[in-house]
């Protein structure tokens, strides 16, 4: 499957000593699974009451918004547990609450439904925010049909140059957005064997976007006409997961107050200690230590020769203090 992350430079801000010794630490998995909405199979939920509602699963928050007018219309995000991945055109806009791999993801009954702009508030410690492992998304039986056979407003089939992907910006504590791109179907390559139109649950990795309070989900696609985007902007979504710490580090809250430049960071990252005589360790997520260094000063260069791309844990131990954070190494 074809993704590609896209970082943005933030720094990270000075925090107060206080306010990080309140907060509580996050270390246990929270899974938006959607399960227990329902009470009856087969059903979905898109709104009930005008104006803007949050319903929550696991650690997350969705915003629904639904408005009375023309008999009921939504956006944001839905809920369903229909086992079916068929379009019928008898139904017409009732297909939009199905997805193309009939019911959740990985065996289970319910799942979530994304139209338009999808808004999801983490429900834990916003001011330190959290890293997502990711979530499964698959594609909305409406965008597959419009793909597949054309409708009205899209016009033909999908032909080469065609592609629906989904955007998806993470947004941090520092109101700091990283985004990246999910192809939910691409037909950009010239060569038709490198078309796809995505027909099951597949995992969308989101430990990319760093610590986030916030996840924004939009959609752009190919066939774009004078009022914008002419195909049906849905998708579904299951397992939205919390990351759990790697083993042997703990996700603690921060005791030290430190400050990380440049985020990303590329062949050096700088830190700043309240503190000095400290250690800092670096670990990979999975939680293998890749170096070890001692601070002398409060201000300290850390070389990042020799590391690849992507997400790291930085440890700084100052006596009996310990904080732990995440950066992003850039290309």
């Known amino acids: 499957m074809k993704s590609k992350n896209f970082f943005k430079k933030s720094v990270f801000a000075f925090m107060a000593l206080g306010l990080l010794c309140s907060a509580s630490a996050q270390t246990v998995s929270q899974t938006a699974d959607f399960e227990g909405l329902l009470s009856q199979p087969e059903t979905n939920w898109h709104g009930d009451a005008h104006g803007d509602f949050y319903f929550q699963s696991g650690a997350f928050k969705f915003l629904n918004s639904y408005d ?25 806009y009732g297909n939009q609450y199905k997805n193309v791999a009939g019911g959740g993801a990985e065996g289970s009954a319910s799942y979530g439904v994304l139209y338009n702009t999808a808004k999801i508030l983490y429900a834990g410690d916003t001011l330190q925010g959290v890293t997502l492992s990711g979530c499964h998304m698959t594609n909305n039986v409406m965008l597959y049909n419009s793909a597949m056979n054309g409708d009205a407003f899209a016009g033909d089939p999908f032909t080469t140059g065609d592609f629906f992907k989904a955007i998806i910006r993470g947004i941090s ?16 390559d010239q060569d038709s064997a490198g078309h796809y139109i995505l027909t099951d649950w597949e995992w969308v990795d989101l430990s990319s976007l760093g610590k986030i309070k916030q996840l924004l989900i939009t959609f752009e696609g190919s066939r774009v006409g004078q009022w914008g985007q002419n195909l049906p902007l849905y998708a579904a979504i299951d397992n939205l997961s919390v990351e759990e710490s790697p083993t042997g580090v703990s996700d603690e809250v921060p005791a030290v107050l430190c400050r990380l430049y440049p985020v990303p960071a590329k062949d050096v990252l700088y830190v700043e200690t309240q503190e000095q005589n400290c250690r800092a360790e670096i670990f990979s997520v999975q939680g293998r230590k890749m170096a070890e260094h001692r601070l002398a000063g409060t201000q300290s260069a850390l070389s990042l020769q020799g590391f690849a791309a992507g997400m790291y844990i930085l440890k700084i131990t100052c006596g009996t203090q310990v904080s732990t954070s995440r950066f992003v190494v850039g290309w």
Do not use: C, K
């Open 68 to 92: 009375t007018a023309w008999g009921g219309i939504w956006s944001g995000v839905a809920y369903a547990n229909i086992s079916t991945g068929e379009y019928i055109d008898s139904l017409g």
């Open 173 to 188: 504590p520092q109101n700091d957005t990283v985004s990246m791109e999910f192809y939910l179907a691409d037909y950009r």
